[in-house]
């Protein structure tokens, strides 16, 4: 072993990296807390190198956000607002169809669709939109709804989440991302969004979805209230679902923003706790093929640096992504692929454009490759 680490409690867990060996709770719980953010991301290149070699996905995608409004209040986030608020907006089908072509004439591999819990829209507005989208961009996988969503969707229309998605899923829904998760432990759970579905809950909706053929991603809102111990144990359910149906694609570390929102006495996540998340993520979830560093969140720099601390994945380019612009994102609203491409070939990888399931991939030149 030629790399010395500061913290000599890395080295058993350096051990068990090196053989293959799950990491424990206990494990994940040191990695959070250590010192030494830079033996962490030793070992998760090392992991990230092992799975996916040079490489760093991307895809060209387009987020439709259908309204701001919802029927709950939670205390992280600064997009939901009530009706009657100035801000508040919502778009008909013809708006969405409309959104879907403005950028690229809708030539893109994803639409990424989720949106507030509007308390007046109907499910066949949402089957409406599905279908709509499908017969207008027939090649385009549509990646839509997070578990909350669902779960609301199901008591909307009281049929069993097993027969609601597969409503969505005849309509035109391909996958549901990961929103809505934030950190499954109660105790901050009832404090950042005691009005929404439990972690629970969020992992039966995922579970349901598996079962019923449709992936789905994964993700953990960090840098709020919640511990290191929080954190752990929320990797590890994680990966105990992904033990029983293999139906995760990507783990997303979320970063809090606190602008904008009732938890804005916090400050916004610092550089090495980013990178960190990305790393323990990497490290923990052995069982997850991909981890993505969202460059949106935490700004193209950190996302570069990611591709070096256990991400693999730069998600893509975007475009008009509303929710964490309104929690006070300084990042562009979108990147052209030319720009990913620069942005993977800066941190020294190899680009390589993707679909929504890593189905279909494209391996890219470098650039300055001879």
Known sequence: MLFEFEDSALKPVYEKVNAGTRLSFDDGVTLWKTHDLL????MANLVREKLNGNKTYFIHNRHINPTNICIHSCQFCAFGVKADHPQAY????????SDAEKYNDGKVSEFHIVGGLHPDFSFEYYLDML???KERFPSVHIQAFTAVEIEYFSRLINLPLKDTLEKLKVAGLGSIPGGGAEIFAKRVRRKICGEKITGEEWLRVHETAHRAEVRSNATMLYGHLE??????DHL???RELQDR???FVTFIPLAFHPENTVLNFLKTTPGQLDLRALAVSRLMLDNFPHVKAFWIMITPEIAQLAQSF?????DGTVVEEKIIHAAGAATNQIFHKDQIIHMITESGRKPVERDTLYEQVEELAMEGAC
Request: glycine share 16%.
């Open 39 to 42: 033996g962490v991301g030793y």
């Open 90 to 97: 919502e778009k008909s089908l013809a708006d969405i169809f």
């Open 131 to 133: 279908k709509g989208l």
């Open 227 to 232: 511990t290191a111990e929080e954190r752990a």
């Open 236 to 238: 590890v359910r994680l």
């Open 245 to 247: 149906t293999r139906g």
């Open 310 to 314: 256990g991400a693999d994945d730069m």
